[in-house]
C-alpha cells in the first residue's frame, strides 16, 4: 500500500505568530507539508459543561476522584495537583483564546500545509485521570469533536493517550479505583489477582540471585526467559494487557465519534511510545491501526522515555538485592526491555540522568532510536503510515541524518520535527 509521505513539525500559537514567516521557510528548505498546531484555543460553552471537575479550580475531593488509584489507594502523584487546579477540564489549561490561536491556524494554512490540532489525552506527566471515568471520557469525546468542527483542521494528533511514562514506576501500579475494577471484570480479568501478582512480583525479584541471572542476560536471555527463572503469574502480564484493552477501546470510541462528526476524510491518531517500553503505558502497537490513523513513533524523549527508565530500573532492582552490582543491574534491564545489543554505558554517572540536554552526545544514539524504530516498524500494521518524532534541536547533525536515512529504510513515511535548530539557519523568536 502507497503511503502519504508527509514532514511535519510541532508548533505553538504563539511561535507561529512570533514567526509568521517560519513555516514557509520549512515549506521550502525541508520539504515540510503538515504543521502540528498545540491546541490554545478556548473551550465551547457545550463542552465545557460537560466538564468532570466540580468548578475552576475544582475542589480537592473531585480532583482524587478523576485522577488513578495506585494499589497502596492513594492518587498516583498529588505533586502534580496544582497543575489541574489551573484546568478547566482534563488536559485543558484556563485562558485559552480563539483570536490568536485561529490567527495561527490561518498562517500556517497560508503556507499551504495540512494542519494537525494537537490536544492532549489523561495523561499529563506523571499525573494521570482515570480511563475508566465516564465523566472524564465523555469529556475528551466531547473535546475532540468540537476541535473536528470547529477550527477548519485537517486533522487531530492526540497525544498523552497512555499510562504514566515507566521512569515513574508509580504509574505501572494503576490503576486500581473501584471503576477500573469493574472494567477489567467485565472483560475476564480478576483484577484483584492482577493487583496481588504485583507485589509478587517484587517479592520473587527479592529472593532471586540477579547476580547470576546477570551472567546468564550476558549470554543471551530474553523476555520470556525472565518470566520463567522469576516465576512471574500469567496474571502480571495480563495486568499490562487489560490496560492496553481499555486505552484502546476508549481512542476506537473517540476515533468513531470524531469521524460521525468531521467526515471519514478527517485524520484521528495518537502518538506511539517507544516499542520497546509501549507495553508499560497501555500501547499496543498491534492494535495502533484500529483507533488511529498513522503512527508517530515517539522517539525523540530519550531522557525522560527511555534512559531515565533505565536507571530507575536498575536502582530498583539495586534496592531489592543490595548484593547486586550497578553494571549489572544495568544489564539486566537492557536485555530485558531489549536495549542489550545497543552498546549503552554499564554505569549510572555515565549516562548522567541529571544532565539530559547532553546526553545525545554521551549515548550511541542512532542504535538506541534505531532499535525502537526497527520494532514499531514491524509491530504496526503494514497498512498504517507512520510518521517518527525527532528533535531537529539537540542531537548532532550526523545523528539526526542516519536516524532519518535509516527510518527510511525500515519503511517509516516521513518524519515530524521536534525542533529545527539543526536542519535550518533560523532560531525562533
Not at 485543558?92 to 494537525?116: H, N, S, T
Not at 475528551?140 to 469533536?145: D, G, I, K, S, T
Not at 469493574?182 to 484483584?192: F, I, K, Q
Amino acid at each position: 500500500m502507497t503511503h502519504r509521505r508527509r514532514v511535519g513539525v510541532y508548533l505553538t500559537t504563539e511561535a507561529v505568530l512570533a514567526n509568521p514567516d517560519y513555516a514557509a521557510l520549512l515549506r521550502d528548505r525541508i520539504g515540510l507539508n503538515l504543521a502540528i498546531l498545540s491546541y490554545s484555543g478556548a473551550v465551547s460553552p457545550l463542552v465545557a459543561r460537560l466538564s468532570p471537575f466540580d468548578g475552576v479550580p475544582l475542589s480537592d475531593a473531585c480532583l482524587r476522584d478523576v485522577v488513578i488509584r495506585h494499589v497502596d489507594g492513594e492518587s498516583v502523584d498529588p505533586r502534580e495537583f496544582d497543575w489541574v487546579r489551573q484546568s478547566c477540564g482534563p488536559a485543558v489549561r484556563v485562558g485559552g483564546q480563539d483570536g490568536p490561536f485561529e490567527a495561527a491556524l490561518a498562517i500556517l494554512k497560508g503556507a499551504g500545509l495540512e494542519v494537525w490540532l494537537c490536544a492532549g489525552a489523561w495523561t499529563e506527566r506523571r499525573l494521570m485521570f482515570c480511563p475508566s471515568h465516564p465523566g472524564v471520557n465523555q469529556w475528551f469525546e466531547a473535546l475532540y469533536v468540537d476541535l473536528a468542527q470547529r477550527y477548519g483542521a485537517d486533522g487531530l494528533d492526540i497525544t498523552h493517550a497512555r499510562y504514566p511514562m515507566g521512569s515513574f514506576a508509580r504509574g505501572l501500579f494503576a490503576c486500581t479505583c473501584d471503576r477500573c475494577a469493574a472494567d477489567a471484570r467485565s472483560r475476564g480479568y480478576d483484577h484483584a489477582a492482577m493487583v496481588r501478582s504485583l507485589a509478587d512480583a517484587a517479592t520473587r525479584l527479592a529472593q532471586t540471585d540477579l547476580s547470576r541471572l546477570a551472567v546468564v542476560a550476558d549470554r543471551g536471555i530474553g523476555p520470556f526467559d525472565f518470566l520463567q527463572v522469576l516465576g512471574l503469574p500469567l496474571t502480571l502480564l495480563q495486568w499490562f494487557r487489560w490496560r492496553c484493552d481499555l486505552l484502546a477501546d476508549n481512542l476506537q470510541r473517540f476515533r468513531a465519534a470524531v469521524r460521525r462528526a468531521a467526515g471519514p476524510q478527517f485524520v484521528f491518531g495518537t502518538d506511539t511510545h517507544p516499542a520497546s517500553l509501549s507495553l508499560f503505558v497501555g500501547h499496543d502497537h498491534t492494535q495502533f491501526h484500529c483507533y488511529s490513523d498513522f503512527a508517530s513513533p515517539l522517539v525523540s524523549h530519550i531522557s525522560a522515555f527511555v534512559v531515565d527508565t533505565l536507571v530507575v530500573w536498575a536502582r530498583f532492582l539495586q534496592a531489592l538485592r543490595p548484593d547486586l552490582h550497578e553494571a549489572e543491574a544495568l544489564r539486566l534491564v537492557y536485555r530485558f526491555l531489549g536495549y542489550g545489543q545497543v552498546g549503552l554505558a554499564d554505569a549510572v554517572a555515565a549516562l548522567d540522568p541529571d544532565h539530559p540536554a547532553s546526553l545525545a552526545y554521551r549515548i550511541p544514539l542512532p542504535e538506541l532510536v534505531g532499535c525502537d524504530l526497527r520494532k514499531a516498524r514491524a509491530l504496526l500494521s503494514p497498512e498504517l503510515p507512520s510518521y517518527p518524532i525527532i528533535h531537529g534541536t539537540g542531537w548532532p547533525r550526523g545523528a539526526i541524518d542516519t536516524i532519518v536515512s535509516e527510518a527510511e529504510a525500515f519503511g517509516h513515511d516521513g518524519v515530524i520535527w521536534q525542533g529545527t535548530d539543526e536542519l535550518v539557519d533560523y532560531r525562533l523568536r
